[in-house]
Each structure stands twice: as C-alpha cells, then as structure tokens.
C-alpha cells in the first residue's frame, strides 16, 4: 500500500505525454487489488486475535495452577523448617543437659530424673510447636492477604471486559441495524427499478413518440437502475461492516467469560485461604496458652530436681545417647527441610516460567488487536485512493484489468 501511495504521488507530477502515465494507472490498480485483498488480512487478523484470545485464557489458567502449586509447596517447605528448627532446640538443649549432668555429678532418683526430662522436654517441644503453629499462621495469612489484593485486580480487570463487551454489543447492534436499513432500502429501489423498466418497454406508445421523449424515458430507466445499484453496493458493505463487529463481539465476549471465571475462582480460592488464615490464628493462640503452662512447669520441675539427683554416671550416659539421638533426628530433619526448599525453589522457578508465558500470551493478544486496527486502517486507506481516484483514472483502471483478463 505504501508503495503505490508513493507510485501514485509521483505520478501526479508527470506531463499528460510523459512515460510516467502507465506507471500511474498500475498503481492505481494495484491499489484496488490492495484493497480486496484487505478483506483476506481483516478475516485473518480477526482469527489471529480469536486464537491469542484463546491463548491468553489458557496462560492465565496455567498461571493460577502454578501460583497454586507454588503456596502449596512453600507451606511444606515451612512446616519441615520448623520441624527441623524443633529438633534442633532439642538437640541443643539434650546435649546442653549432659554436659551439666556431666559436670554437677549429682545423685538422683531415676524415677525423679526421667520425670524432670519428660517435663523439660515438653516445655521445649511446645516452645517448637509454637514456632512451627506461628509460622504456618503467617503463611496462611500472607497468601490470604494476596489473594485479596488479587480480587480486586480481578474485578478492575472485569469491569473493564464488561464495558469494553458492550460497547462491541453496541457496535454490532447498530452496525446489524444500518445493514438491515440498507437492504431494505436497496431492495425497494431494485424493485421500483423494475417496475419502472417494465413499465416503460410495456407502454403502448412505444416506437410511437418521438426520439427525444424516448430518450427522457430511457434515461429515467437507466437512473433508476443506477440508483438501485448503488444501494445494493452500500447494503453489502453494510452487511460486511455488521459481520466484522458481530465477529468482535464475540472475541469480547470471551474476554469477558474469562475475566468472570478468573475472579470466580479467586474469589472461591480466597474463601478457603480466609478460613486456613483463621484457623490457623486459633491454633497460635491455644499452642500459646499450651507453651506458657509447659514452660511455668519446667521451671518449677527443675528447681526441685536439684536435690533429687542420684547415679550421675548412669544419667550421664542416659543424657549422652538421648543427645545423640537428638542429634541424628535433627539432622535428618534438617536433610528434609532442604529437600523441601529445593522442592518450593523448583515450583518457584515453575511459576516465574507462568508468569512468563502470561505475559507474552497477553503481549501476543495485544500485537493481534493492533493488527486488527491496521487491517482497519488499511481498508480506509484502500477505499479512499480509490474514491479519490478521477474519472478518467478509473477508466485507465478497467482498461488494464481488461488487457491482464
């Protein structure tokens, strides 16, 4: 198109004998060529964007299941710290207790001793449950935070499908609404024509009146033809213009199926993260109160063991193996707990990859609506050189599809 435009422009300089003459009217030929072939770019350009439109829904699906699966495993990879945070504090404390047991050599009772342990255990196993309860609470409530924030960017995100699906309604309606006033309007034209046609060759004065009257009657009958012509040609760009909007109502419509789905399923999503956040702030509070009780018993169980001490040698033994029970525990739990980084790093990566793939799914759909603009500006361009085009172009026109038939 630019090429003949610039064609057209420099044959608009040359003299009525030059040799720039039938440069001129082959470009304005393939001008016209241009502009049919047009209809072909706006069809594929409409179905460029129905299948970005589609693309796009489909990246956003992936993205909510990535991001899903992501919360999921960063959830396991916090319960598996706290759980090998756990066990380290009772390795620590287990060695810890030995090696004072090793130094003070005290006798006490067994019975007393195991009794003191058990409490003093507990006191460090609710302090650890209370780290691993607060985290998961945070956790659940960081992703109910989001969630909620994503809920409003969903509905921003739906108000706008929805204006920009009914302007598109809007459009097709009135666009269907002018084709129907076209056709109505062309086929009453065609008809008078008709009727004008028969009407002149049935009239019984024919080859009666004289040459200029029957030229009045021819000409009356060829403008009327001319006329209803014309109308037909303006009902079917109107049907055409009414099919390209009807065909953007659709894609919009879309648009808007998925934006309705997207904010449903956040809003479902949302209404379970409320409920874990919840929950999740109870289990904090209760294993709060738990701690504190254990804590409050720890003191007062070692503040009377001290003089219930007895076989130093055989607790020091007893505290040694349960140390390094302790310690082999926590290093496997520590061994998890780095599997379960890898794991969230893994689904991280997963969902970085989503969002990727997002974002070129939506920059894909934009680059289809700018090439159905361009398509649109093109058919403008194309009917406006050619209705430009003087009269005695146009016949230059018919002349050279005539020699190229």
Do not use: C, W
């Not at 920009?164 to 459009?171: L, N, P, W």
């Not at 082999?328 to 379960?340: D, F, L, M, P, Q």
């Amino acid at each position: 198109m630019i090429l003949s435009l610039g064609v057209f422009a420099l044959a608009s300089f040359a003299t009525p004998g030059s040799s720039a003459a039938p440069v001129y009217s082959f470009s304005l030929g393939a001008s016209a060529s241009d502009a049919s072939a047009s209809s072909g770019g706006m069809a594929k350009a409409m179905a460029d964007r129905r299948s970005a439109s589609a693309a796009a829904a489909e990246a956003a699906q992936t993205l909510r299941n990535s991001r899903a699966a992501l919360e999921t495993a960063e959830a396991v990879s916090n319960e598996a710290n706290a759980e090998a945070e756990r066990l380290q504090k009772l390795a620590v404390q287990a060695r810890a207790d030995f090696e004072l047991a090793k130094a003070e050599r005290k006798e006490v009772g067994e019975t007393a001793t195991t009794g003191v342990q058990d409490i003093l255990d507990d006191a460090l196993d609710q302090d650890a449950k209370l780290t691993s309860v607060t985290a998961t609470y945070e956790q659940a409530r960081r992703a109910y935070v989001n969630s909620t924030d994503e809920i409003v960017v969903l509905k921003k995100r739906l108000a706008e499908a929805e204006a920009s699906e009914k302007s598109a309604a809007e459009a097709a309606e009135k666009a269907t609404a002018v084709a129907a006033a076209a056709k109505e309007t062309a086929d009453s034209l065609s008809k008078a024509a008709e009727e004008l046609n028969a009407k002149a060759q049935a009239d019984p004065r024919t080859g009666e009146i004289d040459a200029e009257e029957a030229k009045k009657k021819t000409m009356e009958v060829s403008a009327a033809a001319g006329k209803a012509k014309a109308a037909e040609i303006v009902a079917a760009r109107a049907e055409k213009k009414a099919a390209d909007a009807q065909g953007a109502h659709d894609a919009e419509k879309l648009l808007l199926k998925t934006a309705t789905e997207a904010l449903e399923d956040e809003e479902a999503r949302n209404e379970r993260l409320a409920a874990a956040s919840a929950q999740g702030e109870q289990n904090m509070i209760q294993q709060a109160h738990a701690t504190s009780l254990a804590r409050v018993a720890a003191a007062d169980a070692r503040s009377v063991a001290e003089s219930a001490f007895y076989n130093a040698s055989s607790t020091d033994s007893q505290m040694e193996e349960a140390a390094n029970k302790a310690d082999e525990k926590a290093a496997i739990a520590a061994t998890v707990a780095a599997t379960r980084d890898a794991e969230a790093k893994a689904a991280a990566v997963a969902y970085r990859a989503a969002a990727d793939a997002d974002a070129i799914a939506r920059s894909q759909l934009a680059l289809a609506e700018s090439e159905v603009k361009v398509e649109e500006k093109k058919k403008v361009a194309a009917a406006n050189l050619v209705a430009e085009t003087p009269e005695s172009d146009q016949t230059t026109i018919e002349t050279e599809k005539a020699k190229r038939r």
